[in-house]
């Protein structure tokens, strides 16, 4: 495959790192009120992309109208009130935890007097045993990056007052922000925010760094956090394909692509982004997440990407999806554009750089994200996250392996194997945390999963979520079909597994022969679990939850549809005709499928298909669209003629052919 080598201006001028490559510069930020495009005006950019028209630049013709109903919807507005320039509520300490509303407000020229007072009372408040309902103490990062975002995008504008001005910089070079927790996402923010207010004032002393100056700041952090980068480029990340600490650390990466002044950092960060976008979009359909996921919290029930039923959403990436691919959430019933309605966003999803960065996908992102027609299968590994060394300086060895069945109707996916953390690694307690081990996704509604669990009672193996501290779950999946093995110790409050399988989400449920199966449009399900089932009858998972009695358990999964089977009947008559066989004893589990062949599961031990072991030696990328070798540090971007590479070891990107397409660039 021949390449054609980018400088890293070309990329800036493919990605938008930097200004120039034929724009002028303009404001950091400009008031969606500024007259100088009207309200209908701003409306008719959100033109419908007509079968005839290349998606990619439909969806990029219309960036600005979503971009523009994103920012309305951060404080509860209509996009038509917002554009005719409304004045949103004033920030205050009762709904601004870390400063996000009014850090935004201020960006945007809103409510400026009242988002500086707020912002001087948040540098004011810092230290306090608890401030704004959430405790800086432990979350303090995150309030530093809305300070540190707030400094880098509008010193020297008027709308940072002077007394504002001086306040956080005091604060900035006062308080130590060091993140309690040692999570990817709390580290990331903090080494991301130190060191964007660091480049700023090399000669200032920073009292709560040890009193190193600002130039020694910047320089570390600059070297740790492109050593961040090059490691998740070369071994994915810990908190992989997770719908909110994903979007917490998308905000730092495009923070640095925005604000840094060091031109290879500001290339990887970059480059980071566009990986990042392809990997949640390979996962998706329709914009559903499907398969295994580190760090969930909150995301895996029916209203997935809206955490649990009726509630607001705690945290998510569908803003990325809309803003940058056009893919939009629809209401089941009204069918209104779920995203755009006028609840005001939550604190995350308020803490949003998107709203404001020049950063653009390359277009062949756009074309992964939109245009995968056919069926494939995505393999991903991952390296196992150390909460003591998270750059990392000494990597641990070890992976975790996952497996994802991805059709244009449904996907369905498995974590197939993650190496044991060492024995003698206090860090090793990090297995499993928040760690959603697989499972089926619809794209009906709002999303409807299907998954089997075995259930926990605190806050990081919760009653959906996780299997820390148990680490009583294998599960192996050969294309649709996926088997899980549980072996729950007699510690463990729950002996049994559980099943998350909203009935009422389903246009069919039929039960036969000890098998659930369900039909979602022209989306089938099959559920089998070993020594039987019962429903939940009454609570809060009435209808919603199937239970298992018992600590040696097996279940499982296949998926089917219309376009593969046939008739729902067809689907339930080949299923019910598939031996399953559970030893308990050796805690073996074999399903002969029709579909996808003779698979087995064998506790901590062999995965098999038709007889042959299955090579478990993953790729960090393998998918018809998104490509790496292990460890190598070199991803290709894939779609049909097109190929992009991007080398995170030398920061560049190269392309083939030379004629590759390139999104419009946008104005801030």
Not at 42 to 66: G, I, L, N, T
């Amino acid at each position: 495959m021949k390449f054609k080598k980018l400088t890293a201006l070309s990329f800036a001028c493919l990605a938008g790192i930097a200004t120039g490559c034929g724009r002028q510069a303009t404001p950091p930020e400009r008031p969606l009120s500024d007259a100088s495009a009207s309200s209908a005006e701003k409306q008719s950019s959100a033109v419908k992309p007509r079968p005839e028209d290349d998606p990619v630049q439909s969806v990029a013709a219309a960036y600005e109208s979503r971009r523009d109903r994103l920012r309305s919807t951060t404080f509860g507005m209509t996009a038509e009130d917002y554009l005719a320039g409304r004045q949103p509520d004033a920030p205050d300490g009762s709904y601004n935890v870390f400063g996000s509303y009014a850090s935004t407000a201020l960006r945007l020229g809103l409510q400026p007097e009242a988002a500086n007072r707020t912002l001087r009372e948040i540098c004011a408040s810092l230290g306090e045993p608890r401030s704004r309902n959430k405790t800086v103490v432990d979350d303090s990062g995150f309030t530093m990056m809305e300070l540190v975002r707030v400094y880098n995008a509008l010193n020297g504008s008027p709308l940072l007052e002077p007394a504002t001005r001086e306040a956080i910089v005091d604060a900035l070079c006062r308080f130590d922000f060091s993140p309690k927790h040692g999570s990817e996402n709390h580290l990331l923010v903090f080494w991301t925010a130190r060191y964007l207010i660091a480049q700023h004032m090399p000669d200032v002393v920073f009292s709560a760094y040890k009193g190193k100056t600002g130039a020694e700041l910047a320089r570390e952090d600059g070297e740790r956090l492109k050593r961040f980068i090059r490691y998740r480029a070369r071994q994915g990340w810990g908190e992989f394909d997770s719908g909110g600490y994903m979007f917490l650390s998308f905000n730092a990466i495009l923070s640095l692509y925005d604000f840094s002044q060091d031109e290879e950092l500001k290339t990887l960060a970059g480059m980071m982004a566009n990986v990042m976008l392809a990997d949640m979009a390979v996962d998706t359909v329709f914009g559903v997440y499907g398969g295994a996921r580190g760090r969930v919290k909150g995301q895996v029930l029916d209203q997935g990407r809206d955490g649990e039923r009726g509630s607001p959403p705690m945290y998510t990436v569908n803003e990325l999806q809309y803003l940058y691919f056009g893919l939009v959430d629809p209401e089941p019933e009204s069918g209104q554009e779920r995203l755009l309605s006028f609840t005001p966003m939550n604190y995350w999803q308020r803490s949003n750089e998107s709203l404001f960065s020049s950063f653009r996908p390359l277009d062949i992102v756009v074309r992964i994200a939109l245009d995968r027609p056919e069926p494939y299968v995505n393999k991903e590994r991952k390296h196992l996250h150390n909460m003591a060394d998270v750059v990392p300086l000494q990597p641990l060895e070890g992976s975790i392996r996952k497996y994802t069945w991805y059709t244009p109707q449904y996907i369905m996916g498995s974590l197939q194997w993650q190496d044991p953390y060492p024995a003698d690694l206090k860090a090793g307690v990090y297995a499993k945390h928040q760690q959603h081990d697989g499972g089926l996704s619809i794209p009906h509604g709002t999303s409807t999963h299907i998954f089997v669990h075995h259930p926990g009672n605190g806050d990081i193996h919760t009653y959906w979520e996780g299997d820390f501290g148990c680490l009583c779950r294998d599960s192996f999946q050969h294309k649709a079909a996926q088997l899980s093995l549980f072996e729950i110790p007699d510690r463990e409050p729950y002996q049994l597994v559980h099943a998350y399988f909203p009935r009422e989400n389903f246009d069919e449920v039929t039960e036969k022969d000890g098998w659930i199966f369900a039909r979602c449009g022209d989306v089938y399900a099959a559920l089998y679990l070993t020594d039987g089932y019962t429903w939940t009858t009454s609570g809060k998972w009435a209808g919603r939850e199937l239970t298992s009695a018992g600590s040696r358990k097996g279940a499982v999964l296949e998926a089917g549809s219309r376009r593969e089977h046939g008739s729902f009947e067809a689907f339930c008559q080949e299923v019910l005709g598939n031996e399953v066989i559970f030893d308990p004893e050796t805690m073996s589990l074999s399903y002969d499928s029709a579909s996808a062949g003779l698979i087995e599961l064998h506790r901590n031990g062999a995965r098999t298909v038709d007889g042959q072991p299955v090579d478990l030696d993953y790729p960090t990328y393998d998918c018809p669209y998104l490509q790496s070798r292990w460890d190598s540090g070199v991803i290709d971007f894939i779609h049909g003629d097109r190929r992009v590479r991007m080398d995170f070891n030398k920061a560049e990107i190269i392309t083939e052919p030379a004629e590759v397409a390139v999104l419009p660039r946008h104005e801030k």
